[in-house]
Protein backbone atom coordinates (compact mmCIF):
# COMPACT_ATOMS: atom_id res chain seq x y z
CA UNK A 1 0.00 0.00 0.00
CA UNK A 2 1.28 3.10 -0.96
CA UNK A 3 1.05 6.74 0.70
CA UNK A 4 -2.35 7.94 -2.14
CA UNK A 5 -4.10 4.81 -1.92
CA UNK A 6 -6.52 5.43 1.21
CA UNK A 7 -6.97 8.51 -0.19
CA UNK A 8 -8.15 6.92 -3.74
CA UNK A 9 -10.18 4.20 -1.70
CA UNK A 10 -12.09 7.15 0.64
CA UNK A 11 -12.94 10.10 -1.60
CA UNK A 12 -15.16 11.65 0.98
CA UNK A 13 -12.39 11.57 3.51
CA UNK A 14 -10.33 12.97 1.36
CA UNK A 15 -12.59 15.92 0.03
CA UNK A 16 -13.26 16.68 3.72
CA UNK A 17 -9.68 16.87 4.92
CA UNK A 18 -9.24 19.10 1.80
CA UNK A 19 -11.90 21.04 2.40
CA UNK A 20 -10.45 21.87 5.83
CA UNK A 21 -7.16 22.38 5.38
CA UNK A 22 -8.87 25.36 2.47
CA UNK A 23 -10.48 26.42 5.37
CA UNK A 24 -7.80 26.37 8.20
CA UNK A 25 -5.61 28.24 6.23
CA UNK A 26 -8.10 30.81 5.06
CA UNK A 27 -8.82 31.48 8.61
CA UNK A 28 -5.10 31.37 9.54
CA UNK A 29 -3.99 33.82 6.80
CA UNK A 30 -7.39 36.05 8.30
CA UNK A 31 -5.44 36.71 11.64
CA UNK A 32 -1.60 37.27 10.59
CA UNK A 33 -0.42 40.59 11.09
CA UNK A 34 0.34 42.49 8.33
CA UNK A 35 2.23 45.77 8.14
CA UNK A 36 3.09 47.60 4.59
CA UNK A 37 5.89 49.44 6.02
CA UNK A 38 7.76 46.51 8.25
CA UNK A 39 10.12 48.20 10.33
CA UNK A 40 13.14 46.58 8.77
CA UNK A 41 16.83 48.18 10.30
CA UNK A 42 19.71 48.23 7.45
CA UNK A 43 22.76 49.04 8.31
CA UNK A 44 23.55 52.91 6.89
CA UNK A 45 26.65 54.92 6.75
CA UNK A 46 26.76 58.24 6.52
CA UNK A 47 29.08 60.63 4.94
CA UNK A 48 28.57 64.07 5.34
CA UNK A 49 30.93 66.87 3.78
CA UNK A 50 30.54 70.54 3.91
CA UNK A 51 31.66 72.38 0.53
CA UNK A 52 30.78 75.94 1.32
CA UNK A 53 31.89 77.03 -2.32
CA UNK A 54 28.83 75.38 -3.40
CA UNK A 55 26.67 78.00 -1.97
CA UNK A 56 28.85 80.81 -3.23
CA UNK A 57 28.61 79.31 -7.35
CA UNK A 58 24.70 79.15 -5.99
CA UNK A 59 24.83 82.44 -4.85
CA UNK A 60 26.47 83.97 -8.06
CA UNK A 61 25.02 81.56 -10.98
CA UNK A 62 21.74 82.30 -12.84
CA UNK A 63 18.72 81.70 -11.54
CA UNK A 64 16.99 81.91 -8.16
CA UNK A 65 19.18 80.44 -5.48
CA UNK A 66 17.12 78.10 -3.40
CA UNK A 67 18.36 77.64 0.78
CA UNK A 68 16.16 74.75 2.47
CA UNK A 69 15.76 75.67 6.34
CA UNK A 70 18.78 75.44 8.53
CA UNK A 71 21.41 75.43 5.23
CA UNK A 72 22.19 78.94 6.28
CA UNK A 73 23.80 77.57 9.45
CA UNK A 74 25.17 74.40 8.34
CA UNK A 75 22.39 71.99 9.84
CA UNK A 76 22.13 68.97 8.25
CA UNK A 77 19.94 66.91 10.56
CA UNK A 78 16.77 65.27 8.57
CA UNK A 79 14.69 67.79 8.96
CA UNK A 80 10.86 67.33 10.60
CA UNK A 81 8.63 70.20 12.27
CA UNK A 82 7.07 67.51 14.27
CA UNK A 83 9.78 66.52 16.93
CA UNK A 84 6.85 63.37 18.17
CA UNK A 85 7.19 61.89 14.90
CA UNK A 86 11.14 62.56 14.83
CA UNK A 87 13.23 63.01 17.76
CA UNK A 88 15.83 65.94 17.63
CA UNK A 89 14.77 66.55 13.90
CA UNK A 90 14.25 70.54 14.71
CA UNK A 91 16.89 73.24 13.51
CA UNK A 92 19.52 73.54 15.62
CA UNK A 93 19.23 77.73 16.11
CA UNK A 94 21.25 77.66 19.43
CA UNK A 95 24.06 76.42 17.70
CA UNK A 96 24.73 79.96 16.50
CA UNK A 97 25.71 80.79 20.06
CA UNK A 98 28.56 78.36 20.69
CA UNK A 99 29.29 76.57 17.59
CA UNK A 100 31.91 78.51 15.74
CA UNK A 101 31.44 76.58 12.17
CA UNK A 102 27.90 77.60 12.13
CA UNK A 103 28.66 81.46 13.05
CA UNK A 104 31.46 81.22 10.33
CA UNK A 105 28.86 79.97 7.83
CA UNK A 106 26.24 82.27 8.93
CA UNK A 107 28.15 85.36 7.86
CA UNK A 108 29.42 84.05 4.67
CA UNK A 109 25.88 83.37 3.52
CA UNK A 110 24.70 86.96 4.64
CA UNK A 111 27.52 88.44 3.04
CA UNK A 112 26.58 86.22 -0.63
CA UNK A 113 23.15 87.77 -0.04
CA UNK A 114 24.14 91.14 0.75
CA UNK A 115 26.57 90.78 -2.59
CA UNK A 116 24.04 89.71 -4.75
CA UNK A 117 21.76 92.25 -4.11
CA UNK A 118 24.47 94.76 -4.60
CA UNK A 119 25.77 93.18 -7.88
CA UNK A 120 22.92 94.06 -10.46
CA UNK A 121 25.15 91.82 -12.73
CA UNK A 122 24.46 88.60 -10.40
CA UNK A 123 20.86 88.87 -10.74
CA UNK A 124 20.88 89.54 -14.74
CA UNK A 125 20.04 86.51 -17.01
CA UNK A 126 23.37 86.91 -19.02
CA UNK A 127 26.36 84.38 -18.65
CA UNK A 128 29.72 83.14 -19.77
CA UNK A 129 31.23 79.41 -18.36
CA UNK A 130 34.69 81.00 -19.86
CA UNK A 131 37.34 78.60 -18.44
CA UNK A 132 36.81 74.77 -17.57
CA UNK A 133 40.27 73.24 -16.34
CA UNK A 134 38.84 69.83 -15.14
CA UNK A 135 42.85 68.85 -13.95
CA UNK A 136 42.91 71.77 -11.94
CA UNK A 137 39.47 71.56 -10.74
CA UNK A 138 38.43 75.43 -11.79
CA UNK A 139 35.76 76.65 -13.00
CA UNK A 140 35.05 80.49 -14.32
CA UNK A 141 31.94 82.82 -14.94
CA UNK A 142 31.40 85.75 -16.43
CA UNK A 143 28.21 88.10 -15.43
CA UNK A 144 27.24 91.20 -16.76
CA UNK A 145 24.12 93.31 -17.49
CA UNK A 146 23.42 93.31 -20.99
CA UNK A 147 23.73 96.97 -22.80
CA UNK A 148 25.51 98.24 -19.25
CA UNK A 149 27.92 96.20 -18.12
CA UNK A 150 28.82 96.44 -14.21
CA UNK A 151 30.99 92.70 -14.94
CA UNK A 152 31.68 89.92 -12.37
CA UNK A 153 33.43 87.83 -13.04
CA UNK A 154 33.60 84.47 -10.59
CA UNK A 155 36.23 81.79 -10.08
CA UNK A 156 35.93 78.54 -8.02
CA UNK A 157 37.89 75.57 -7.33
CA UNK A 158 37.29 71.97 -6.32
CA UNK A 159 41.28 71.76 -5.63
CA UNK A 160 42.57 70.77 -2.12
CA UNK A 161 45.70 72.78 -2.05
CA UNK A 162 45.41 76.38 -3.09
CA UNK A 163 45.98 77.59 -6.95
CA UNK A 164 49.34 80.76 -6.36
CA UNK A 165 49.33 82.68 -9.89
CA UNK A 166 46.54 81.07 -11.73
CA UNK A 167 46.20 83.12 -15.20
CA UNK A 168 42.66 84.10 -15.65
CA UNK A 169 41.08 86.04 -18.51
CA UNK A 170 39.22 89.32 -17.52
CA UNK A 171 36.99 91.16 -19.44
CA UNK A 172 38.23 94.66 -18.66
CA UNK A 173 41.33 95.74 -18.24
CA UNK A 174 42.83 97.48 -14.87
CA UNK A 175 41.87 97.25 -11.18
CA UNK A 176 39.73 94.26 -10.53
CA UNK A 177 38.25 93.94 -6.93
CA UNK A 178 38.04 91.07 -5.09
CA UNK A 179 34.63 91.30 -3.52
CA UNK A 180 34.60 88.19 -1.80
CA UNK A 181 36.35 85.28 -0.96
CA UNK A 182 35.25 82.26 0.78
CA UNK A 183 38.25 81.62 2.68
CA UNK A 184 37.94 85.04 4.71
CA UNK A 185 35.06 82.93 6.93
CA UNK A 186 36.94 80.39 7.85
CA UNK A 187 38.11 81.08 11.52
CA UNK A 188 39.86 77.61 12.66
CA UNK A 189 43.22 77.96 15.06
CA UNK A 190 46.01 78.59 12.66
CA UNK A 191 44.31 79.34 9.58
CA UNK A 192 45.49 81.64 7.57
CA UNK A 193 43.52 83.58 4.78
CA UNK A 194 44.38 83.22 1.03
CA UNK A 195 43.62 85.50 -1.83
CA UNK A 196 44.72 88.37 -3.88
CA UNK A 197 44.62 91.75 -1.12
CA UNK A 198 42.08 93.34 -2.05
CA UNK A 199 42.68 93.58 -5.74
CA UNK A 200 43.94 92.28 -9.17
CA UNK A 201 45.54 93.97 -12.61
CA UNK A 202 44.40 92.89 -15.75
CA UNK A 203 47.09 93.71 -18.78
CA UNK A 204 46.84 93.87 -21.96
CA UNK A 205 46.94 89.97 -22.36
CA UNK A 206 44.24 87.47 -24.04
CA UNK A 207 43.45 84.63 -22.64
CA UNK A 208 39.93 82.66 -22.09
CA UNK A 209 38.52 84.64 -25.15
CA UNK A 210 39.06 87.78 -23.22
CA UNK A 211 41.49 90.42 -24.17
CA UNK A 212 43.21 90.75 -20.69
CA UNK A 213 44.32 88.77 -17.77
CA UNK A 214 45.88 88.35 -14.66
CA UNK A 215 47.30 85.67 -12.42
CA UNK A 216 45.60 85.26 -9.15
CA UNK A 217 45.55 83.34 -5.96
CA UNK A 218 42.68 80.67 -5.40
CA UNK A 219 42.61 79.20 -2.22
CA UNK A 220 41.70 75.67 -1.51
CA UNK A 221 37.84 74.47 -2.31
CA UNK A 222 37.19 78.34 -2.32
CA UNK A 223 35.37 80.78 -4.67
CA UNK A 224 36.63 84.06 -5.18
CA UNK A 225 34.65 87.25 -6.68
CA UNK A 226 35.98 89.72 -8.41
CA UNK A 227 34.38 93.02 -9.74
CA UNK A 228 35.22 96.46 -11.16
Not at 23 to 40: E, H, I, K, Q, T
Not at 69 to 76: A, K, N, P, Q, V
Not at 113 to 136: C, E, G, S
Amino acid sequence: MNLSEPFIRRPVMTAVLTVSAILFGFMAYRSLPVNDLPAVDYPVISVDVNYPGATAILMTAPGIPMLFMGEEILEDKNWSDNPKHSANSLVWWDGLQSDPAMQDFMEFVTTLIRMRRHYRALTAPAVNVFHVNNAARVIGFHRWVPGVGEDVVVIGTLNERHLVDYEIGFPQPGIWREVFNSDFYESSIGHQTVGNAGEVIAADKPLHGFGHSAAIKIPANGVIVFAR
